[in-house]
């Protein structure tokens, strides 16, 4: 299958009855998961035009801010995954070229589609390691599979996270619904977590970040959010085990600075081994919260897989746990 454009940018796609998914060349980034009945995609397409990453300068492209996030903000969509760093980078990273959630947001994938799968693969040449993604359609569900190879012979801690976000039309304020089983949560700040997770923000300007452990006593993990408007039931589903922490990041109208100029609307998702988007050092030194880690190990020369789905289904209400999928 050749390579299509989506708005703007080098994609890949894939499709069945169901559902189509697309997968940027630069980035990575899931950008699209339709659900074809509805004609809608509940994943999160930013209000700026997005550019591939390999032509952004900070001299030629001030549009997109000027620090160490704007290279991931240009070109940034969807499902963004975060390997080996979530978070920002130090300045000695940045200086360097570093960029926020690291090399897998920003480098050029190889990506072969056919039918309803697709498999993308890419290298980190900084980073020491190698990406493989493996997405197959079935019905209303796209499952995937998806491994981390370390390149170098030493052990090393990573972080590793889907940074997956919705936006509009599917989320939609004081209406979306969401049902995420959690145990207990957190605020940067260290501060138990108060806000409501089953309901989208009504405010007329928030953000924020909260960061939830995942249900302990069930083996798999998951987000359900539905749009009462579109009657579309949208979620993930993960092993707790690998994943067992979910953060939510929400940015509704209040960040002025661009690229967002106070034109935002999102709720990010984000499951992964770490609680809180942070700089290397700062997940290191924390190790853990709440009695769970915050990253894993992956020893050197090894390969770690993880597999988890995601979904879009008609529905006339948001149920307690996921469908069968």
Same mark, same amino acid.
């Given at each position: 299958?050749?390579?299509?454009?989506?708005?703007?940018?080098?994609?890949?796609?894939?499709?069945?009855?169901?559902?189509?998914?697309?997968?940027?060349? =630069?980035?990575?980034?899931?950008?699209?998961?339709?659900?074809?009945?509805?004609?809608?995609?509940?994943? @999160?397409?930013?209000?700026?035009?997005? !550019?591939?990453?390999?032509?952004?300068? $900070?001299?030629?492209?001030?549009?997109?801010?000027?620090? /160490?996030?704007? #290279?991931?903000?240009?070109? !940034?969509?969807?499902?963004?995954?975060?390997?080996? *760093?979530?978070?920002?980078?130090?300045?000695?990273?940045?200086?360097?070229?570093?960029?926020?959630?690291?090399?897998? /947001?920003?480098?050029?994938?190889? !990506?072969?589609?056919?039918?309803?799968?697709?498999?993308?693969?890419?290298?980190?040449? @900084?980073?020491? $390691?190698?990406?493989?993604?493996?997405?197959? *359609?079935?019905?209303?569900? &796209?499952?995937?599979?998806?491994?981390?190879?370390?390149?170098?012979?030493?052990?090393?801690? !990573? &972080?590793?996270?889907?940074?997956?976000? *919705?936006?509009?039309?599917?989320? =939609?304020?004081?209406?979306?619904?969401?049902?995420?089983?959690?145990?207990?949560?957190?605020?940067?700040?260290?501060?138990?977590?108060?806000?409501?997770?089953?309901?989208?923000?009504?405010?007329?300007?928030?953000?924020?970040?909260?960061?939830?452990?995942?249900? =302990?006593?069930?083996?798999?993990?998951?987000?359900?959010? @539905?749009?009462?408007?579109? #009657?579309?039931?949208?979620?993930?589903?993960?092993?707790?085990?690998?994943?067992?922490?979910?953060?939510?990041?929400?940015?509704?109208?209040?960040?002025?600075?661009?690229?967002?100029?106070?034109?935002?609307?999102?709720?990010? $998702?984000?499951?992964?081994?770490?609680?809180?988007?942070?700089?290397?050092?700062?997940?290191?030194?924390?190790?853990?919260?709440?009695?769970?880690?915050?990253?894993?190990?992956?020893?050197?020369?090894?390969?770690?897989?993880?597999?988890?789905?995601?979904?879009?289904? &008609? &529905?006339?209400?948001?149920?307690?746990?996921?469908?069968?999928?």
């Amino acid at each position: 299958m050749t390579e299509q454009r989506y708005r703007g940018r080098r994609a890949r796609q894939i499709e069945n009855e169901s559902l189509r998914v697309t997968v940027l060349v =630069e980035g990575g980034h899931i950008a699209e998961i339709l659900h074809k009945p509805t004609g809608v995609n509940p994943l @999160w397409t930013p209000p700026w035009p997005s !550019i591939e990453p390999s032509t952004y300068s $900070l001299a030629k492209h001030p549009e997109y801010g000027a620090d /160490s996030e704007s #290279k991931l903000l240009a070109g !940034i969509m969807g499902h963004n995954l975060c390997v080996d *760093l979530f978070g920002p980078p130090s300045d000695e990273e940045a200086a360097a070229g570093l960029t926020v959630h690291g090399e897998a /947001s920003v480098v050029e994938y190889d !990506i072969e589609a056919s039918g309803s799968q697709l498999v993308q693969k890419a290298r980190l040449p @900084w980073a020491g $390691l190698a990406i493989e993604r493996r997405i197959v *359609l079935e019905g209303t569900a &796209a499952h995937i599979v998806e491994s981390v190879e370390n390149l170098l012979p030493y052990d090393r801690p !990573i &972080a590793w996270t889907e940074h997956v976000t *919705l936006g509009p039309p599917f989320l =939609e304020k004081g209406a979306t619904q969401f049902r995420i089983p959690v145990t207990k949560s957190n605020t940067p700040e260290g501060q138990p977590c108060i806000g409501d997770l089953e309901l989208f923000t009504n405010a007329a300007s928030s953000e924020g970040f909260t960061t939830h452990v995942m249900d =302990e006593s069930r083996i798999n993990a998951w987000f359900l959010a @539905w749009s009462p408007s579109e #009657k579309l039931l949208f979620g993930y589903v993960w092993s707790r085990h690998e994943f067992p922490w979910l953060g939510i990041w929400e940015e509704n109208y209040r960040r002025q600075t661009p690229p967002w100029n106070g034109q935002t609307l999102t709720r990010g $998702l984000e499951f992964g081994v770490s609680p809180f988007a942070e700089t290397r050092r700062q997940m290191i030194g924390r190790g853990s919260l709440l009695g769970v880690p915050a990253y894993r190990w992956l020893p050197g020369g090894t390969k770690a897989t993880v597999r988890y789905a995601a979904f879009a289904r &008609a &529905a006339d209400a948001i149920p307690d746990e996921p469908p069968a999928l």
